[in-house]
């Protein structure tokens, strides 16, 4: 049994602890695991238990699942099978990438054009740079952060995602200090 195994691991650990517990399955053992981590749950699920319930009063385990239907019926808050919603809501995940094509595929209105051209103008662009800090050197690619997006630094623990977070910041400055980033009122909460 392991009981959240990828918490305060970075990707590359997760994925190392999730291959290593897929690895002690023998025909005559089995493995349970409580894991958060839908993606890991994914990778390393044969079937899936969803539970719900109040917190400190009661809690009831469906039957298992597969994983594709498991992870469905926890993100719909609903189990069909018994006919019970445990939550009001349904835990859904927006692709802007997916939303720009759908309104690529009709006619824009004119105050839709309007709108697009007032998000570009807050998009946060950056050029190229490179940070060195003792024996670490890390070099970040330009880019741009669109207006209403959430964008994820996904890496390995020291590859430099906290760096380029400070240099966005104003907290570390480029190797090259002539370059000048965008002025934006950007909070930053330390990890």
């Known amino acids: ?5 990828s918490s305060y691991l970075d990707v590359k650990q997760r994925l190392n602890a999730a291959r290593m517990i897929r690895g002690m399955l023998l025909d005559h053992k089995y493995v349970i695991v409580v894991e958060h981590d839908l993606s890991i749950l994914d990778y390393l699920s044969d079937f ?3 539970l719900y319930g109040a917190p400190g009063a009661y809690g009831v385990v469906t039957m298992p699942f597969s994983v594709r239907e498991g992870i469905n019926i926890f993100l719909a808050g609903y189990v069909p099978t018994e006919q019970m919603r445990f939550r009001d809501y349904e835990l859904t995940f927006r692709v802007s990438a997916e939303a720009d ?3 690529n ?3 824009l209105t004119e105050e839709e054009v309007k709108e697009k051209e007032r ?4 998009n946060y662009n950056y050029p190229d740079m490179v940070k060195t800090l003792g024996a670490f050197k890390i070099n970040i690619e330009s880019g741009v952060f669109n207006a209403s997006e959430t964008v994820v630094m996904l890496g390995q623990n020291g590859t ?3 760096t380029m977070i400070k240099m966005l910041a104003g907290i570390h400055k480029p190797d090259d200090e002539s370059l000048e980033l965008p002025r934006l009122n950007i909070s930053y909460k330390p990890q």
């Open 160 to 162: 430099g995602k906290t």
């Open 48 to 50: 899936v238990c969803c």
């Open 1 to 5: 049994m392991f009981d959240e195994p």
């Open 119 to 122: 998000l570009k103008k807050l």
């Open 105 to 107: 595929e009709r006619e």
């Open 101 to 103: 094509t759908q309104q």
